[in-house]
């Protein structure tokens, strides 16, 4: 599996390229807990993750859906020169 990732400014997105052939995968968004699955494919899954509800932040766990060890974890923020917040998540206590 390789996993590039890039940020599009304007519409506050995260967009990841996956390439994981034959290979089913599952995306977490950390922020809203919620997952979304992505049947096998032959060619790259380009998967885009609005930011505009976490004024720009993202955290994300791709993985392979029928591997638990298999993930990969990506998260940041957006910076584009306006004045942001600090991350939301910042102070959340996870078990």
């Known amino acids: 599996m390789s996993i590039s990732s890039a940020t599009d400014r304007s519409r506050q997105l995260c967009v990841l390229m996956v390439e994981a052939p034959g290979m089913a995968l599952s995306v977490e968004d950390g922020y809203r807990h919620h997952v979304t699955h992505y049947p096998a494919a032959s060619s790259p899954v380009r998967i885009e993750i609005s930011m505009v509800a ?3 932040w ?3 766990a791709v993985r392979a859906a029928d591997r638990t060890v298999l993930e990969w974890k990506i998260a940041g923020h957006i910076e584009n020169g306006r004045p942001s917040i600090t991350d939301p998540a910042i102070g959340r206590h996870n078990v």
């Open 58 to 60: 993202y955290d994300l």
């Open 54 to 56: 976490t004024s720009g």
